[in-house]
């Protein structure tokens, strides 16, 4: 899977579990790299990278707000595009950044917009991934995806 990859993101996919000091590194170093490129194939590919597997949380949370970086509507967008190919290999992950999308008003509200234009697929897999995050914190998240799951659902 990797062989047609970005070059940068390659390296980040190779050393995403990130076991040892020099995978770190690596991975520190290739995101540093990507700084600034805005290139549509890169926002494309980053989410590949997610795993679930990987041993050092703090250092893949500089992923997670490398993508915040990306202009609102394309990380978005990229992010939905993603949430099947994720589902297995990144579920957790794909959680943190629905979460932290639904905290924030302007996000979420983009975010419904956008997932309202999605196929048919991706609607079900956020659907899924909105209900287990409410399942889990009803009180902080309930009004949040029900707001989100109430544009889709109109969307049709």
Same mark, same amino acid.
């Given at each position: 899977?990797?062989?047609?990859? &970005? %070059?940068?993101? !390659?390296?980040?996919? +190779?050393? /995403?579990?990130l076991r040892t000091e020099l995978e770190c590194e690596r991975f520190d170093r290739a995101l540093e790299g990507l700084a600034g490129d805005t290139e549509d194939r890169i926002i494309h590919e980053i989410f590949k990278v997610f795993d679930d597997e990987t041993e050092q949380e703090e250092v893949m949370?500089?992923? =997670? &707000?490398? =993508?915040?970086s990306y202009q609102t509507e394309m990380y978005l967008t990229q992010l939905l595009e993603s949430l099947p190919a994720m589902l297995e290999p990144a579920r957790?992950? !794909?959680? =943190?950044?629905?979460? /932290?999308?639904l905290k924030d008003d302007f996000c979420r509200s983009e975010y419904a917009d956008i997932a309202a234009r999605m196929s048919p697929q991706v609607k079900t897999v956020l659907s899924f991934l909105l209900e287990e995050i409410k +399942?889990? /914190? %009803?009180?902080?998240?309930? /009004?949040?995806?029900?707001?989100?799951?109430?544009?889709i659902t109109r969307s049709g």
């Open positions: 899977m990797k062989d047609n990859l &970005h %070059p940068g993101i !390659a390296t980040l996919y +190779e050393n /995403r579990l949370f500089s992923l =997670v &707000h490398f =993508v915040e957790d992950w !794909a959680i =943190v950044l629905n979460k /932290r999308i +399942e889990d /914190r %009803p009180k902080l998240f309930e /009004r949040h995806v029900n707001e989100i799951l109430g544009k």
